[in-house]
Protein backbone atom coordinates (compact mmCIF):
# COMPACT_ATOMS: atom_id res chain seq x y z
CA UNK A 1 0.00 0.00 0.00
CA UNK A 2 2.79 1.98 0.44
CA UNK A 3 4.60 1.75 -2.58
CA UNK A 4 1.11 2.42 -4.46
CA UNK A 5 0.80 6.03 -2.49
CA UNK A 6 4.82 6.58 -3.50
CA UNK A 7 4.07 6.05 -7.25
CA UNK A 8 0.68 7.55 -7.09
CA UNK A 9 2.26 10.49 -5.49
CA UNK A 10 5.34 10.47 -7.86
CA UNK A 11 2.80 10.72 -10.81
CA UNK A 12 0.93 13.76 -9.16
CA UNK A 13 4.66 15.20 -8.86
CA UNK A 14 5.38 14.87 -12.54
CA UNK A 15 2.02 16.18 -13.37
CA UNK A 16 2.35 18.90 -11.49
CA UNK A 17 6.23 19.53 -12.96
CA UNK A 18 4.41 19.67 -16.29
CA UNK A 19 1.94 21.77 -15.91
CA UNK A 20 4.47 24.05 -14.74
CA UNK A 21 6.82 24.00 -17.38
CA UNK A 22 3.93 24.39 -19.27
CA UNK A 23 3.39 27.52 -17.94
CA UNK A 24 6.80 28.65 -17.82
CA UNK A 25 6.95 28.15 -21.42
CA UNK A 26 4.15 30.20 -22.20
CA UNK A 27 5.05 33.15 -19.82
CA UNK A 28 7.80 34.55 -22.56
CA UNK A 29 4.86 34.89 -25.33
CA UNK A 30 3.06 36.90 -22.98
CA UNK A 31 5.74 39.20 -22.27
CA UNK A 32 6.54 39.67 -25.34
CA UNK A 33 3.69 40.45 -26.64
CA UNK A 34 3.01 43.32 -23.84
CA UNK A 35 6.37 44.55 -24.66
CA UNK A 36 5.41 44.85 -27.99
CA UNK A 37 2.81 47.42 -26.99
CA UNK A 38 4.48 51.30 -27.88
CA UNK A 39 2.49 53.58 -26.04
CA UNK A 40 4.65 56.33 -27.41
CA UNK A 41 3.54 55.25 -31.26
CA UNK A 42 -0.23 54.39 -30.19
CA UNK A 43 -0.12 58.08 -28.64
CA UNK A 44 1.40 60.03 -30.92
CA UNK A 45 -0.14 61.99 -33.99
CA UNK A 46 -1.56 60.85 -36.37
CA UNK A 47 -1.04 63.36 -39.13
CA UNK A 48 0.12 62.28 -42.49
CA UNK A 49 1.09 63.46 -46.02
CA UNK A 50 -2.95 64.20 -46.92
CA UNK A 51 -3.14 66.70 -44.09
CA UNK A 52 0.34 68.38 -44.64
CA UNK A 53 -0.85 68.61 -48.22
CA UNK A 54 -4.29 69.99 -46.97
CA UNK A 55 -2.30 72.56 -44.28
CA UNK A 56 -0.08 73.63 -47.48
CA UNK A 57 2.90 73.80 -44.76
CA UNK A 58 5.62 71.58 -43.98
CA UNK A 59 7.04 71.98 -40.54
CA UNK A 60 10.64 70.64 -39.98
CA UNK A 61 12.94 70.47 -36.99
CA UNK A 62 16.38 71.44 -37.58
CA UNK A 63 19.53 71.91 -35.87
CA UNK A 64 21.60 74.93 -35.47
CA UNK A 65 24.95 74.13 -36.53
CA UNK A 66 27.94 74.77 -38.68
CA UNK A 67 26.79 72.33 -41.48
CA UNK A 68 22.59 71.81 -40.98
CA UNK A 69 21.60 75.38 -40.44
CA UNK A 70 23.21 78.63 -39.93
CA UNK A 71 23.09 82.80 -40.90
CA UNK A 72 26.15 83.67 -43.24
CA UNK A 73 26.29 87.33 -44.77
CA UNK A 74 22.83 87.68 -43.96
CA UNK A 75 21.53 84.93 -45.68
CA UNK A 76 20.30 81.34 -44.14
CA UNK A 77 22.44 78.48 -45.20
CA UNK A 78 23.31 74.58 -44.53
CA UNK A 79 22.99 71.32 -46.14
CA UNK A 80 19.72 70.58 -44.31
CA UNK A 81 17.99 74.15 -44.68
CA UNK A 82 18.87 73.63 -49.00
CA UNK A 83 17.57 70.34 -49.37
CA UNK A 84 14.22 71.31 -47.43
CA UNK A 85 13.49 74.06 -49.31
CA UNK A 86 13.76 72.06 -52.56
CA UNK A 87 11.77 68.96 -51.21
CA UNK A 88 9.07 71.94 -50.09
CA UNK A 89 9.60 73.29 -53.82
CA UNK A 90 8.79 69.72 -54.75
CA UNK A 91 5.67 69.18 -52.67
CA UNK A 92 4.63 72.55 -53.56
CA UNK A 93 4.72 73.32 -49.60
CA UNK A 94 5.59 76.09 -47.74
CA UNK A 95 8.91 75.62 -45.59
CA UNK A 96 8.56 76.51 -42.34
CA UNK A 97 11.63 75.57 -39.93
CA UNK A 98 11.52 75.32 -36.36
CA UNK A 99 14.88 74.88 -34.63
CA UNK A 100 15.13 72.50 -32.12
CA UNK A 101 16.55 73.98 -28.72
CA UNK A 102 16.97 70.60 -27.10
CA UNK A 103 18.03 67.15 -28.85
CA UNK A 104 16.77 64.89 -26.52
CA UNK A 105 13.07 66.39 -26.66
CA UNK A 106 13.48 65.93 -30.89
CA UNK A 107 11.12 62.36 -30.86
CA UNK A 108 8.33 63.91 -28.78
CA UNK A 109 8.24 67.32 -30.41
CA UNK A 110 7.37 65.32 -33.65
CA UNK A 111 5.38 62.58 -31.84
CA UNK A 112 3.33 65.28 -30.57
CA UNK A 113 2.87 66.62 -34.36
CA UNK A 114 3.88 70.13 -33.52
CA UNK A 115 6.97 69.41 -37.01
CA UNK A 116 6.59 66.81 -39.88
CA UNK A 117 9.99 65.72 -39.95
CA UNK A 118 13.13 66.00 -38.08
CA UNK A 119 15.38 67.18 -40.90
CA UNK A 120 18.66 66.68 -38.91
CA UNK A 121 21.37 63.98 -39.73
CA UNK A 122 20.61 61.10 -37.25
CA UNK A 123 22.47 57.41 -37.23
CA UNK A 124 19.88 55.00 -37.92
CA UNK A 125 19.83 52.70 -34.67
CA UNK A 126 17.65 49.87 -33.83
CA UNK A 127 16.62 51.40 -30.48
CA UNK A 128 15.40 54.76 -32.24
CA UNK A 129 13.30 52.50 -34.29
CA UNK A 130 11.31 51.56 -31.34
CA UNK A 131 9.83 55.32 -31.61
CA UNK A 132 10.16 56.93 -35.02
CA UNK A 133 10.75 55.84 -38.51
CA UNK A 134 13.98 56.85 -40.98
CA UNK A 135 13.60 57.49 -44.24
CA UNK A 136 16.03 56.28 -46.90
CA UNK A 137 19.25 57.61 -45.82
CA UNK A 138 20.60 60.54 -46.99
CA UNK A 139 24.83 59.42 -46.82
CA UNK A 140 26.98 57.30 -45.48
CA UNK A 141 29.75 57.45 -42.74
CA UNK A 142 31.39 56.48 -39.93
CA UNK A 143 31.76 57.51 -36.50
CA UNK A 144 35.58 58.61 -35.76
CA UNK A 145 37.46 59.43 -32.60
CA UNK A 146 38.46 63.23 -32.47
CA UNK A 147 41.61 63.89 -29.85
CA UNK A 148 43.90 66.84 -29.96
CA UNK A 149 47.57 66.29 -30.96
CA UNK A 150 50.31 67.77 -28.66
CA UNK A 151 50.73 71.79 -29.29
CA UNK A 152 54.26 71.66 -30.12
CA UNK A 153 53.16 68.14 -33.02
CA UNK A 154 54.73 70.32 -35.92
CA UNK A 155 57.68 69.76 -34.02
CA UNK A 156 57.41 65.99 -33.08
CA UNK A 157 58.74 63.31 -35.14
CA UNK A 158 56.12 60.57 -36.47
CA UNK A 159 57.40 58.22 -33.56
CA UNK A 160 57.12 60.78 -30.78
CA UNK A 161 53.56 61.93 -32.09
CA UNK A 162 52.66 58.50 -32.18
CA UNK A 163 53.21 57.95 -27.88
CA UNK A 164 50.68 61.22 -27.65
CA UNK A 165 47.83 60.11 -29.16
CA UNK A 166 45.29 57.07 -29.82
CA UNK A 167 45.78 55.05 -32.92
CA UNK A 168 43.98 51.93 -31.53
CA UNK A 169 40.18 52.26 -30.25
CA UNK A 170 41.78 49.72 -27.34
CA UNK A 171 43.84 52.21 -26.33
CA UNK A 172 40.62 53.47 -25.05
CA UNK A 173 39.98 51.32 -22.23
CA UNK A 174 39.86 52.97 -18.67
CA UNK A 175 39.98 56.50 -20.56
CA UNK A 176 36.80 58.87 -20.67
CA UNK A 177 35.29 59.68 -23.97
CA UNK A 178 32.72 62.81 -23.97
CA UNK A 179 29.65 63.39 -25.88
CA UNK A 180 26.33 64.86 -26.12
CA UNK A 181 23.54 62.64 -23.79
CA UNK A 182 21.08 60.70 -25.38
CA UNK A 183 23.48 60.49 -28.79
CA UNK A 184 24.02 57.90 -31.21
CA UNK A 185 27.46 57.89 -29.93
CA UNK A 186 27.01 57.01 -26.19
CA UNK A 187 25.14 53.80 -28.22
CA UNK A 188 28.24 53.16 -30.25
CA UNK A 189 31.28 53.80 -27.12
CA UNK A 190 28.80 51.09 -24.74
CA UNK A 191 29.03 48.77 -27.89
CA UNK A 192 32.86 49.11 -28.07
CA UNK A 193 32.99 48.65 -24.59
CA UNK A 194 31.41 45.34 -25.14
CA UNK A 195 33.72 44.40 -27.86
CA UNK A 196 36.77 45.29 -26.69
CA UNK A 197 36.03 43.44 -23.54
CA UNK A 198 36.66 46.73 -21.30
CA UNK A 199 35.55 49.44 -19.89
CA UNK A 200 35.43 53.01 -21.29
CA UNK A 201 33.85 56.01 -18.66
CA UNK A 202 31.63 58.18 -20.64
CA UNK A 203 31.20 61.89 -19.66
CA UNK A 204 27.63 63.29 -20.68
CA UNK A 205 27.59 66.19 -22.34
CA UNK A 206 24.23 68.58 -22.57
CA UNK A 207 22.32 67.73 -25.44
CA UNK A 208 21.77 71.25 -26.35
CA UNK A 209 25.54 71.26 -27.87
CA UNK A 210 25.79 70.78 -31.24
CA UNK A 211 28.80 68.28 -32.54
CA UNK A 212 30.65 71.11 -33.96
CA UNK A 213 30.48 72.56 -30.62
CA UNK A 214 32.01 69.69 -28.78
CA UNK A 215 34.88 69.67 -31.43
CA UNK A 216 35.56 72.91 -30.33
CA UNK A 217 35.47 72.13 -26.85
CA UNK A 218 38.52 69.24 -27.66
CA UNK A 219 40.33 71.92 -29.46
CA UNK A 220 40.45 74.16 -26.10
CA UNK A 221 41.01 70.80 -24.10
CA UNK A 222 38.01 71.38 -22.35
CA UNK A 223 37.62 67.64 -23.29
CA UNK A 224 39.70 65.09 -23.98
CA UNK A 225 37.98 62.87 -26.73
CA UNK A 226 35.21 62.66 -28.51
CA UNK A 227 33.04 61.07 -30.98
CA UNK A 228 31.89 62.45 -34.46
CA UNK A 229 30.78 61.47 -37.69
CA UNK A 230 33.58 61.47 -39.97
CA UNK A 231 32.04 63.70 -42.65
CA UNK A 232 31.64 66.58 -39.56
CA UNK A 233 34.70 65.64 -38.26
CA UNK A 234 36.71 66.68 -41.41
CA UNK A 235 35.39 69.81 -42.70
CA UNK A 236 35.80 70.64 -38.47
CA UNK A 237 39.48 69.32 -38.49
CA UNK A 238 40.30 71.63 -42.10
CA UNK A 239 40.18 74.14 -39.80
CA UNK A 240 41.93 73.25 -36.70
CA UNK A 241 44.65 70.87 -38.01
CA UNK A 242 45.71 70.13 -34.77
CA UNK A 243 42.80 67.64 -34.29
CA UNK A 244 43.43 64.07 -35.16
CA UNK A 245 40.40 62.14 -36.59
CA UNK A 246 41.88 59.15 -38.25
CA UNK A 247 40.62 56.39 -35.74
CA UNK A 248 37.24 55.00 -37.01
CA UNK A 249 35.05 53.69 -34.02
CA UNK A 250 32.14 52.27 -36.30
CA UNK A 251 31.53 50.38 -39.44
CA UNK A 252 29.51 52.09 -42.12
CA UNK A 253 26.10 54.18 -40.67
CA UNK A 254 23.44 55.43 -42.93
CA UNK A 255 22.38 59.26 -41.88
CA UNK A 256 18.70 60.11 -42.28
CA UNK A 257 16.14 62.32 -41.61
CA UNK A 258 13.32 61.30 -39.22
CA UNK A 259 9.18 60.58 -39.35
CA UNK A 260 6.44 59.45 -37.34
CA UNK A 261 5.96 55.80 -37.75
CA UNK A 262 2.10 56.62 -38.00
CA UNK A 263 3.25 59.12 -41.14
CA UNK A 264 3.41 56.47 -43.94
CA UNK A 265 2.45 58.12 -47.05
CA UNK A 266 4.37 61.09 -46.08
CA UNK A 267 7.72 58.63 -45.18
CA UNK A 268 7.05 57.26 -49.15
CA UNK A 269 6.45 60.80 -50.48
CA UNK A 270 10.41 61.36 -48.97
CA UNK A 271 11.38 58.06 -50.11
CA UNK A 272 10.49 58.58 -53.54
CA UNK A 273 12.09 62.22 -53.23
CA UNK A 274 15.66 61.41 -51.56
CA UNK A 275 15.94 58.02 -53.43
CA UNK A 276 15.58 60.77 -56.94
CA UNK A 277 17.68 63.42 -55.41
CA UNK A 278 20.55 61.07 -54.72
CA UNK A 279 21.31 60.79 -58.75
CA UNK A 280 20.82 64.41 -59.42
CA UNK A 281 24.13 66.44 -59.38
CA UNK A 282 22.71 69.12 -57.74
CA UNK A 283 22.59 66.70 -54.63
CA UNK A 284 26.48 66.21 -54.84
CA UNK A 285 27.21 70.00 -55.60
CA UNK A 286 25.01 70.46 -51.98
CA UNK A 287 26.82 68.00 -50.19
CA UNK A 288 30.19 69.01 -51.30
CA UNK A 289 29.46 72.71 -50.03
CA UNK A 290 28.82 72.06 -46.71
CA UNK A 291 30.66 68.88 -46.18
CA UNK A 292 33.98 69.00 -48.00
CA UNK A 293 34.37 72.63 -49.29
CA UNK A 294 37.19 73.71 -46.94
CA UNK A 295 38.04 76.85 -48.26
CA UNK A 296 33.90 78.12 -47.85
CA UNK A 297 33.92 76.61 -44.32
CA UNK A 298 37.52 78.10 -43.13
CA UNK A 299 35.87 81.66 -44.34
CA UNK A 300 32.76 81.55 -43.01
CA UNK A 301 34.29 80.76 -39.42
CA UNK A 302 36.26 83.17 -39.58
CA UNK A 303 33.21 85.89 -40.49
CA UNK A 304 32.63 88.54 -38.75
CA UNK A 305 28.88 87.66 -40.06
CA UNK A 306 28.47 84.33 -39.21
CA UNK A 307 25.50 83.40 -36.74
CA UNK A 308 27.52 80.78 -34.93
CA UNK A 309 30.47 83.33 -34.06
CA UNK A 310 28.67 86.70 -33.40
CA UNK A 311 25.14 88.03 -32.96
CA UNK A 312 25.31 89.93 -35.95
CA UNK A 313 24.01 90.17 -39.42
CA UNK A 314 25.97 92.82 -41.37
CA UNK A 315 28.80 95.43 -40.87
CA UNK A 316 25.89 98.10 -40.77
CA UNK A 317 23.50 96.58 -38.16
CA UNK A 318 24.04 99.29 -35.42
CA UNK A 319 23.09 101.45 -38.51
CA UNK A 320 20.21 100.01 -39.00
CA UNK A 321 19.36 99.49 -35.37
CA UNK A 322 19.74 103.50 -35.12
CA UNK A 323 17.57 104.48 -38.22
CA UNK A 324 14.95 101.70 -37.50
CA UNK A 325 13.72 103.80 -33.77
CA UNK A 326 11.76 106.06 -35.72
CA UNK A 327 9.94 103.12 -38.07
CA UNK A 328 9.51 101.54 -34.57
CA UNK A 329 9.59 97.93 -36.40
CA UNK A 330 12.07 95.07 -35.48
CA UNK A 331 15.50 96.39 -36.61
CA UNK A 332 15.72 92.30 -38.35
CA UNK A 333 13.16 93.00 -40.14
CA UNK A 334 15.10 95.79 -41.86
CA UNK A 335 17.85 94.42 -41.95
CA UNK A 336 16.06 91.56 -44.23
CA UNK A 337 14.59 94.31 -46.57
CA UNK A 338 18.13 96.02 -47.11
CA UNK A 339 19.42 92.33 -48.06
CA UNK A 340 16.43 92.19 -50.75
CA UNK A 341 17.27 95.26 -51.81
CA UNK A 342 21.14 95.13 -52.35
CA UNK A 343 22.56 92.21 -49.83
CA UNK A 344 24.32 94.71 -47.78
CA UNK A 345 26.55 96.13 -50.98
CA UNK A 346 26.34 99.59 -50.84
CA UNK A 347 27.12 99.81 -54.34
CA UNK A 348 24.71 97.94 -55.97
CA UNK A 349 22.81 99.25 -58.49
CA UNK A 350 19.79 97.56 -60.39
CA UNK A 351 18.54 97.25 -64.11
CA UNK A 352 16.46 100.15 -63.59
CA UNK A 353 19.01 102.53 -62.09
CA UNK A 354 18.21 102.25 -58.09
CA UNK A 355 21.65 102.61 -55.82
CA UNK A 356 23.14 102.05 -52.63
CA UNK A 357 21.75 99.47 -49.91
CA UNK A 358 18.01 100.72 -49.96
CA UNK A 359 17.80 100.32 -53.61
CA UNK A 360 16.60 104.52 -54.16
CA UNK A 361 15.71 105.55 -57.12
CA UNK A 362 17.30 108.74 -58.12
CA UNK A 363 14.02 111.18 -58.42
CA UNK A 364 13.02 109.47 -55.12
CA UNK A 365 16.78 110.33 -54.07
CA UNK A 366 16.52 113.85 -54.36
CA UNK A 367 13.23 114.38 -52.68
CA UNK A 368 14.47 112.33 -49.54
CA UNK A 369 17.63 114.89 -49.51
CA UNK A 370 20.20 112.35 -50.63
CA UNK A 371 23.16 113.58 -51.91
CA UNK A 372 25.36 110.44 -52.08
CA UNK A 373 22.93 107.44 -52.56
CA UNK A 374 26.45 104.74 -52.29
CA UNK A 375 27.03 106.29 -48.94
CA UNK A 376 25.93 103.94 -46.17
CA UNK A 377 24.64 106.54 -43.54
CA UNK A 378 22.74 108.13 -46.31
CA UNK A 379 21.02 105.04 -47.89
CA UNK A 380 19.92 103.81 -44.34
CA UNK A 381 18.01 107.59 -43.12
CA UNK A 382 16.92 108.24 -46.41
CA UNK A 383 15.43 104.53 -46.75
CA UNK A 384 13.76 104.72 -43.56
CA UNK A 385 12.48 107.90 -43.36
CA UNK A 386 10.67 107.39 -46.81
CA UNK A 387 9.40 103.86 -45.33
CA UNK A 388 8.45 106.11 -42.59
CA UNK A 389 6.19 108.31 -44.88
CA UNK A 390 4.66 105.67 -46.97
CA UNK A 391 3.58 103.75 -43.54
CA UNK A 392 2.00 107.15 -42.01
CA UNK A 393 -0.50 107.06 -45.68
CA UNK A 394 -1.95 103.49 -44.09
CA UNK A 395 -3.33 104.21 -41.00
CA UNK A 396 -6.65 102.40 -42.42
CA UNK A 397 -4.90 99.28 -42.06
CA UNK A 398 -5.34 98.54 -38.15
CA UNK A 399 -3.30 95.52 -37.88
CA UNK A 400 0.44 95.98 -37.24
CA UNK A 401 2.15 93.27 -39.44
CA UNK A 402 -0.26 94.10 -42.44
CA UNK A 403 0.13 97.70 -42.39
CA UNK A 404 3.93 96.96 -42.64
CA UNK A 405 3.58 94.58 -45.68
CA UNK A 406 1.23 97.08 -47.06
CA UNK A 407 4.27 99.70 -46.94
CA UNK A 408 7.22 97.08 -48.12
CA UNK A 409 5.23 96.66 -51.09
CA UNK A 410 4.76 100.11 -51.61
CA UNK A 411 8.29 100.63 -51.38
CA UNK A 412 8.75 97.92 -53.87
CA UNK A 413 6.02 99.25 -56.75
CA UNK A 414 4.63 101.88 -55.54
CA UNK A 415 1.53 103.54 -53.66
CA UNK A 416 -0.66 103.92 -55.85
CA UNK A 417 -0.68 100.30 -56.71
CA UNK A 418 -1.14 98.88 -53.96
CA UNK A 419 -4.05 101.22 -53.54
CA UNK A 420 -5.14 99.83 -56.60
CA UNK A 421 -4.65 96.41 -55.42
CA UNK A 422 -7.14 97.08 -52.38
CA UNK A 423 -10.04 98.65 -54.22
CA UNK A 424 -9.53 95.58 -56.45
CA UNK A 425 -10.03 93.55 -53.92
CA UNK A 426 -13.04 94.88 -52.20
CA UNK A 427 -14.52 94.79 -55.50
CA UNK A 428 -14.07 90.98 -55.58
CA UNK A 429 -15.51 90.55 -51.77
CA UNK A 430 -11.74 90.15 -50.70
CA UNK A 431 -10.68 91.83 -47.16
CA UNK A 432 -8.50 95.40 -48.72
CA UNK A 433 -6.61 95.87 -45.23
CA UNK A 434 -5.33 91.92 -45.01
CA UNK A 435 -2.06 91.73 -47.32
CA UNK A 436 -1.92 87.68 -47.60
CA UNK A 437 -4.81 85.69 -49.58
CA UNK A 438 -6.37 89.04 -50.09
CA UNK A 439 -4.61 92.16 -51.66
CA UNK A 440 -1.55 90.22 -52.17
CA UNK A 441 -3.38 88.47 -54.82
CA UNK A 442 -5.06 91.14 -56.40
CA UNK A 443 -1.36 92.95 -57.31
CA UNK A 444 -1.03 89.63 -58.78
CA UNK A 445 -4.42 90.12 -60.64
CA UNK A 446 -3.43 93.59 -62.29
CA UNK A 447 -1.02 91.65 -64.85
CA UNK A 448 -3.95 91.33 -66.92
CA UNK A 449 -5.60 93.71 -68.55
CA UNK A 450 -9.07 92.39 -67.97
CA UNK A 451 -7.90 93.69 -64.59
CA UNK A 452 -5.93 96.59 -64.54
CA UNK A 453 -8.42 98.03 -67.69
CA UNK A 454 -11.31 98.59 -65.06
CA UNK A 455 -12.77 101.66 -63.85
CA UNK A 456 -11.98 101.22 -60.47
CA UNK A 457 -8.06 101.09 -61.19
CA UNK A 458 -6.50 104.01 -61.50
CA UNK A 459 -2.29 103.34 -62.17
CA UNK A 460 -3.01 100.65 -64.69
CA UNK A 461 -0.66 97.53 -64.79
CA UNK A 462 1.90 96.74 -62.01
CA UNK A 463 4.55 93.78 -61.77
CA UNK A 464 2.88 92.42 -59.36
CA UNK A 465 4.87 89.22 -58.93
CA UNK A 466 7.56 91.51 -58.14
CA UNK A 467 5.90 92.62 -54.42
CA UNK A 468 4.29 89.53 -53.74
CA UNK A 469 7.91 87.90 -53.58
CA UNK A 470 9.29 90.89 -52.62
CA UNK A 471 7.25 91.08 -49.49
CA UNK A 472 6.83 87.31 -48.64
CA UNK A 473 11.17 86.75 -49.23
CA UNK A 474 11.49 89.50 -46.77
CA UNK A 475 9.34 88.28 -43.95
CA UNK A 476 10.58 84.41 -44.68
CA UNK A 477 14.22 86.17 -44.48
CA UNK A 478 13.17 87.83 -41.26
CA UNK A 479 12.03 84.44 -39.39
CA UNK A 480 15.33 83.16 -40.09
CA UNK A 481 17.08 86.14 -38.34
CA UNK A 482 14.88 86.05 -35.41
CA UNK A 483 15.91 82.09 -34.97
CA UNK A 484 19.74 83.45 -35.25
CA UNK A 485 19.91 86.80 -34.02
CA UNK A 486 18.94 88.06 -30.26
CA UNK A 487 17.46 91.71 -30.54
CA UNK A 488 18.87 93.71 -27.97
CA UNK A 489 15.93 93.38 -25.35
CA UNK A 490 16.76 89.63 -25.51
CA UNK A 491 19.89 90.36 -25.03
CA UNK A 492 19.17 92.05 -21.64
CA UNK A 493 17.30 89.50 -20.57
CA UNK A 494 20.27 87.30 -21.20
CA UNK A 495 22.23 88.77 -19.21
CA UNK A 496 20.16 89.88 -16.74
Same mark, same amino acid.
Given at each position: ?? +?????? /? ?23 ? %? ?6 ? @? ?17 ? !? ?25 ? @? ?12 ? $????? +??? !????? *???? @?? =? ?47 ? /? ?5 ? *? ?26 ? /???? !? ?60 ? $? ?35 ? /?????? &? ?19 ? @? ?19 ? =? ?6 ? %? ?13 ? &? ?21 ? $? ?20 ? !? ?25 ? $? ?11 ? =? ?32
Amino acid at each position: ML +FYDKKI /LFTLFTILFFLSACQEKKQPEIIQK %TAGINEIV @ANSSDRDYQEIKKDGVLRA !LVVYSSTSYFLYKGQPMGFEYELLQRL @AKHLNLKLEIVVSD $NLDTQ +FEV !LNRGD *VDVI @AH =GMTITNQRKWEVDFTEHLFLTKQVLVQKKPDNFRKMSWSTLQKHVIDDP /LDLIGDT *VSVRKNSSYVERIVSLANEIGGEIYIDT /LDSK !LSTGEIIDMVVDGKVKYTIADENLAKINASSNPILKIDVPISFSQRIAWVTRKKSKNFKKVI $NEWIVSERKNLDYFVIYNKYFKNKRFFKRRIKSDYYS /LTNNQI &SEYDDLIKEYTQKLGWDWRLL @ASQIYQESKFDPKAKSWAGAK =GLMQIMPP %TAEELGITDVTDPVQ &SIRGGTTYLNQIYERFTDVPDEI $NRIKFTLASFNCGYGHVRDAQR !LAAANELDPLIWEDNVDKMLLALRFPK $NYNKEIIKYGYVR =GTEPFIYVEQIFDRFQHYKQFIEDDDQKNETTQ
